[in-house]
């Protein structure tokens, strides 16, 4: 694919990619190419990705699909080999074993030799967002709840960082109602974006999203340039 090239301004961002046609949360991964996931030109705007007859509703003009990834990829951050994570390891964009072996076993096929790449650590981080997408713990809250596109958006990436969502809902973390109880700033941060997900906060939406846009397309091209890519 050669360098990747340079974000286009953030003004120009906005809206950009509200083109894209693509229906549901899962089973998308495999038809996107990461490139043009992580860092978008207009001429990758208006190249079709997906036939579709149908229109899925948009979050301040992105898919649902790019707010996730965007957002995961952003505040996870890109480890090509295993780290510590609170009482076990992760790897990749913050794909935690949890200490089971099934868990370990689920991106075997990308880790044989302790490493991933760029490109298999996106399949794993998809992979996960379709089970938990998939999963009868989402899918109950979600009817249960009646949530919208905006709404299970935020509860998925909820679920991705917590495991789970609390009786309380996902205004908190860490076993406090609002905020982290463990006083990190990054997860104050989640909060505060999946809390403004569930309220429909265009605005300040909007603001992350351009930002965790800029964070995914330079831990690409980060990776790129130390051959971790593929």
């Not at 995961?72 to 076990?88: C, F, I, Q, R, T």
């Amino acid at each position: 694919m050669g360098n990747l090239p340079l974000p286009v301004p953030m003004k120009m961002l906005i809206g950009l990619i509200g083109v894209f046609v693509i229906v549901g949360i899962t089973q998308q991964c495999n038809k996107i190419p990461f490139e043009e996931l992580d860092t978008v030109t207009p001429q990758e705007v208006l190249k079709p990705l997906v036939s579709t007859t149908k229109q899925e509703n948009l979050i301040c003009g992105y898919t649902r699909y790019q707010v996730l990834m965007w957002s995961l990829k952003a505040n996870e951050s890109y480890s090509h080999v295993w780290y510590p994570d609170g009482d076990y390891k992760a790897i990749g964009f913050g794909y935690n074993h949890l200490g089971q072996k099934k868990r370990k076993e689920q991106i075997s096929w990308a880790t044989k030799d302790g490493k991933v790449t760029y490109t298999e650590a996106t399949q794993i981080l998809c992979d996960y967002v379709e089970r938990i997408g998939e999963s009868d713990r989402f899918v109950s809250y979600s009817k249960k709840k009646k949530l919208d596109d905006w709404q299970e958006i935020a509860v998925i990436a909820h679920m991705y960082n917590c495991g789970s969502v609390q009786k309380t809902g996902i205004q908190g973390c860490c076993g406090k109602r609002t905020g982290c109880g463990k006083g990190y700033n990054s997860h104050n941060q989640r909060r505060k974006f999946e809390v403004a997900l569930w309220n429909h906060d265009e605005k300040y939406v909007k603001q992350e999203l351009i930002k965790y846009q800029l964070k995914a397309a330079q831990l690409e091209r980060v990776a790129k340039s130390k051959n971790l890519y593929k």
